[in-house]
Structure formats: structure tokens, C-alpha cells
């Protein structure tokens, strides 16, 4: 009988889904992905969650129990420590199966992975194979799989390059990318920018008003490097370091009109990168910046009439 494996819509299924995903249709299991977000999903991770926790967390939860109620035999939810030499995901990645198992009742088995390839790569190596021999044992088809994730993995980020968003290739919906008169850089984190829910679509709108829109996914790696080592000392945790080191080439490049920061309530990381930012975009003083935090009451009617005055008077400024 095919395993159905479930992987929730939420966190990093916004960076890496389509690699997940290869992996375990080259094993053999069926992948089932929890529905896009609605308010059902995301009052059922409010409630499952501790108040402190951000909102990407509490959705994830959200996203967890509706899997479990698809009635799926595993969900994947590997712990995530470092995906990179140097650098760490926030703490929160690193708990995140025990947040999962001890907040959401009744999950089917978890496959709980550790992916930590600073400091353990040979291990990480070591337990995907082990992973994958619960599938199938065969070692050709362990090689497979993993050949086949990396395959994945790879097109998917050659494609973001393009300019697409994360959203526009796992919807289907490439082809929305145009080049727009403004050019408006979006930075914040994947999963909160695609998720078109608690985004209230943000970067469809922006799109609607005419702009042309930037995010980091779309940047080469050299470039985000490069705008990160700009820094007196470069920050620890990937995420950061990317937001960090794109706003940087963006600024410096000097191609962009305006910036719209996007934060998570509740994010420590965010709270400081997020200010660094703004600090440093006020001092080059080439490009607004629109800071917008985010939570689950956010109301769309406010981010609405903020995007709308900010790309207006983007246009004013771009026509003096
Ligand atoms: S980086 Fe921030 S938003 Fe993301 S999981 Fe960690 S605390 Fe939450």
C-alpha cells in the first residue's frame, strides 16, 4: 500500500517543497499537502500555539492538524538547524517537532529528521538515507531519490532567479511576472510573503498597482553574499542573513524604487534585522521604506490604504 506522507503548507515548504517532494515520489510514497491556509487554519494554530509564539509557528501548527485530519500516515517535519556553513535557523526551526508533537494532539508519526549540515553533513547525509530506507531499502533507489531531490531543488531555485516568486511556482502561475514601472523590493520571509492568506496578497497587489516586485528569492547567491559581508559582522542566522544581505545589493545597486519590509509579530530575528534595514536604507536615502508587521489580526483594509499611499507617493517622487 503507497505512504501517504504529508508536508505541511507552511515554513520551509516555501523554500524547499519542491525537493521534498521529489524525494518522496522518487521513494514511492504519495506526498499530500495540507489546503492553502484559510481562517479555519489559522484560528486552529492560534489556538494550539503558546500566546509568545510568531505567527509562521502558530500557522505551521494549524497546518499540522489539518494534515492529521486528511488522515495521512506521517507527516515530515524535520528539525532544521543549518542549511549552510556558519549559519543557523532561528531557534524555533530546531524545536520545531517538539512544538508540533507536544502542541497538536493526536499527529500520526512524525518523520523528524535533523538537517544540520554546519556541523553534522555527514550525519545529515547518514539519516536521509535512513530515512528514505523506511520507503524502499534498495541503495540505488536511496541514490535516486536523493539525486532526484537535489535535481528539484535545484531547477526550482534557477526558476526563482527569473523573477518569479515562490508563490507564483508552486501555484502554477509563473508567468505573472512583468516588468512594471516601479520596481519595489518585498523582503521578509518566504513564508509569510507567498502565504497568500496572511499576506493578505501582498505582492498581487502590488503587481495590480503596477509595480514590479523584488524579493531575495530572485537574487543571485554571490549578490546576497556579497551585500551580507557589507555588514561590520555578519548575522548568524540564514534568514537574516539573506534579508540583510539583499537589502544591502538592492541598496547599493540603486535599481530600486522603494522597499517594503515585512516582519512577523513575535519574530526576535526580524525585530532587529528588520531595524537594521531601515536604518540604513533612511541613511542612503534613494528608496522609501513601507515596514509592515504582521499577525493574525492584521486587517487587509489598513494594509491596503498603506500600499496604496506608499506606491503613490512613489510615483509622485519618480516624477519630480
Ligand atoms: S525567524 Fe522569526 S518568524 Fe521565522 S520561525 Fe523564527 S521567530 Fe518565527
Given at each position: 500500500m503507497t505512504v501517504k506522507v504529508g508536508i505541511p503548507r507552511a515554513l520551509l515548504y516555501y523554500h524547499y517543497y519542491p525537493g521534498w517532494e521529489a524525494f518522496f515520489r522518487s521513494l514511492g510514497a504519495e506526498v499530500v499537502l495540507s489546503d492553502e491556509t484559510t481562517k479555519k487554519i489559522v484560528d486552529s494554530g492560534v489556538r494550539l500555539a503558546?500566546?509568545?509564539?510568531?505567527?509562521?509557528v502558530k500557522l505551521y501548527l494549524g497546518h499540522l492538524a489539518n494534515l492529521r485530519d486528511k488522515g495521512v500516515d506521517c507527516i515530515f517535519a524535520p528539525r532544521v538547524v543549518s542549511v549552510e556553513r556558519k549559519k543557523y535557523l532561528c531557534p524555533k526551526f530546531l524545536g520545531l517537532p517538539e512544538i508540533a508533537r507536544f502542541g497538536v494532539p493526536d499527529l500520526p508519526r512524525l518523520l523528524d529528521v535533523e538537517i544540520n549540515v554546519h556541523q553534522q553533513y555527514q550525519k545529515t547525509r547518514?539519516?536521509?538515507k535512513k530515512l528514505a530506507a523506511g520507503f524502499d531499502r534498495r541503495p540505488w533507489v536511496i541514490a535516486r531519490a536523493l539525486r532526484a531531490a537535489k535535481l528539484a531543488q535545484d531547477?526550482?531555485?534557477a526558476t526563482l532567479r527569473l523573477g518569479h516568486t515562490p508563490h507564483d511556482v508552486l501555484s502554477g502561475t509563473e508567468n505573472t511576472y512583468q516588468e512594471g514601472k516601479l520596481r519595489v523590493a518585498v523582503l521578509g520571509h518566504a513564508y509569510n510573503l507567498n502565504?497568500?492568506?496572511i499576506s493578505m496578497d501582498l505582492l498581487s497587489k502590488l503587481r495590480e498597482f503596477g509595480a514590479e516586485v523584488v524579493t531575495a528569492e530572485?537574487?543571485?547567491p554571490q549578490d546576497i553574499k556579497r551585500g551580507a559581508g557589507l555588514l561590520e559582522k555578519e548575522i548568524f542566522w540564514t534568514f537574516g542573513k539573506e534579508l540583510m544581505g539583499a537589502a544591502f545589493h538592492l541598496l547599493e545597486e540603486g535599481k530600486i524604487d522603494g522597499v517594503v519590509l515585512v516582519a512577523s509579530f513575535g519574530c526576535g530575528p526580524d525585530s532587529l534585522v528588520c531595524e537594521l534595514v531601515e536604518r540604513m536604507y533612511k541613511r542612503g536615502k534613494n528608496a522609501p521604506v513601507l515596514m509592515l508587521t504582521l499577525d493574525e489580526h492584521t486587517g487587509e483594509?489598513?494594509?491596503?490604504?498603506?500600499?496604496?499611499?506608499?506606491?503613490d507617493m512613489?510615483?509622485?517622487r519618480k516624477a519630480v
Open positions: 503558546v500566546d509568545e509564539a510568531c505567527l509562521p547518514r539519516d536521509l531547477e526550482y531555485e502565504d497568500k492568506f530572485m537574487l543571485r483594509a489598513g494594509v491596503v490604504t498603506r500600499l496604496e499611499a506608499f506606491i512613489l510615483r509622485w
